[in-house]
């Protein structure tokens, strides 16, 4: 039986994934083989030596200690994709509701009083101070073109906006989705200096941190509004603010509030709601749960964020051997030499590595007796070796 420790809310479409007569999942188990995971924070908590794979059901993955969990041969699963309509949905609510200043109005209408003739002739008076712009014809700058980048970039083109994109990592698969109509930035700079609305969808790391500061601000076109689904670090909070009272800036639409920005009139700060929809919940527990099951069930590796892709179909009848070990020479030698020595013919292998870390996947003629898995777990560079048993 595998154990799932779940540290967040997740969708059920996606537990249902792992049948119930081989994973137990609970939100407090001990001695989990994998932990689920939204948005806790992972950093400083203590790892149990049982956890087999950490699964992200979400894009970001600051909030896991990647780095600790590749020194200890953990794969670091996430859902690349999975929540970006939603995401891409809420972005272009916030352009909405930044170029017609729509929660201001709402905030006013609230605010009012009285009898339905006063409050009409009030409403009259009073809309003159939330007058708008419109879309087509402003450039929308777009930092970061993966999954969500390349949605929120395309389908403002279809809005009939001008669309500058930038991000010197773009993937193919990502450049292929791309509309050619997308123009391409030379650096942040440039992006900022030329946009009407500024979009964020990079990472949080130490090389996006801040990524919107002072600098950065001031070249940006007076009036133009600044979005930020990301992450909250990504931008200078302090800088914002005082291009927002400089009047640089015409608004702040973020998912991450914070005691100093979320009560400025010219700040929308919603709950970090960009994934929270019925489909976008869905989507990344199935494929995570997916994920999680084929690793602990196959050893096969897809969209891990620190593991090679890693597939091999099995061989009929033979148990599989799932070694991690570290990307250095002769690891399969000595793999493959203990095997051999034990009398043991191999039907199937594959080694695939990324970084630090490689994976081997052994499919054997036989029974593998323990003191072989042993000894192959006592190579130097071995981090864990795992046997599978031959599938039913
Ligand atoms: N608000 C939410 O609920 C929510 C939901 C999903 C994702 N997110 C955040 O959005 C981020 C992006 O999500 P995604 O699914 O598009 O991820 P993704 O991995 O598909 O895309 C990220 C893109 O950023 C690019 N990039 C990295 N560093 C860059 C830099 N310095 N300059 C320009 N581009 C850079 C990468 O090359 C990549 O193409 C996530 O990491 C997460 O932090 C937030
Ligand atoms: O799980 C969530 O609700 C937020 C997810 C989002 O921040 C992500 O990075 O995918």
Not at 76 to 91: C, H, I, Q, R
Request: aromatic content about 4%; overall charge negative; charged content about 25%.
């Amino acid at each position: 039986m595998y154990k799932v420790l779940t540290l967040n809310n997740i969708s059920v479409k996606g537990l249902e994934r792992l049948p119930r007569d081989r994973y137990e999942v609970a939100s407090e188990i001990a001695h989990p083989d994998v932990i689920l995971v939204r948005s806790a924070d992972m950093h400083g908590m203590e790892i149990p030596p049982t956890v087999k794979a950490v699964a992200r059901a979400g894009a970001g993955v600051n909030n896991i200690p990647v780095a600790e969990l590749t020194r200890r041969g953990i794969p670091v699963f996430n859902a690349p994709g999975a929540n970006a309509n939603a995401v891409k949905e809420l972005v272009l609510a916030g352009m909405l509701l930044a170029a017609r200043n729509i929660c201001q109005a709402w905030h006013y209408v609230r605010g009012l009083e009285g009898e339905e003739a006063a409050m009409e002739r009030e409403v009259e008076a009073g809309k003159k101070r939330f007058r708008g712009f419109e879309l087509p014809g402003r450039t929308l700058g777009v930092i970061g073109l993966g999954a969500i980048g390349v949605q929120v970039a395309n389908t403002a083109l279809r809005l009939g906006m001008k669309v500058l994109g930038y991000d010197p990592q773009i993937t193919v698969e990502r450049a292929w989705q791309l509309s050619s109509e997308v123009a391409q930035a030379h650096s942040p700079d440039d992006l900022v200096a030329r946009s009407d609305f500024v979009t964020l969808h990079v990472p949080l790391t130490e090389t996006t941190r801040h990524k919107i500061n002072a600098e950065r601000l001031a070249l940006m076109r007076p009036g133009a509004v600044l979005l930020n689904f990301a992450r909250r670090e990504i931008v200078d909070e302090e800088a914002v603010l005082a291009a927002l009272d400089a009047g640089r800036l015409h608004a702040y639409v973020c998912d991450f509030p914070s005691p100093r920005i979320k009560d400025h009139p010219r700040v929308v700060a919603l709950p970090h709601i960009g994934a929270s929809t019925v489909e976008a919940e869905e989507n990344c527990a199935v494929m995570v749960a997916e994920q999680v099951r084929d690793w602990l069930e196959n050893g096969q590796v897809r969209n891990a964020v620190n593991f090679p892709e890693v597939q091999m179909p099995r061989a009929a009848g033979c148990p599989r051997l799932v070694v991690v070990n570290a990307n250095i020479p002769n690891m399969l030698g000595q793999i493959s030499t203990d095997l051999a020595e034990a009398g043991l013919n191999i039907a199937d292998m594959i080694n695939k590595s990324r970084g630090e870390i490689a994976v081997t996947l052994v499919d054997v003629e036989g029974e593998i007796p323990p003191e072989v898995i042993e000894r192959i777990g006592a190579i130097d560079g071995v981090l864990s070796v795992r046997l599978i048993p031959a599938a039913a």
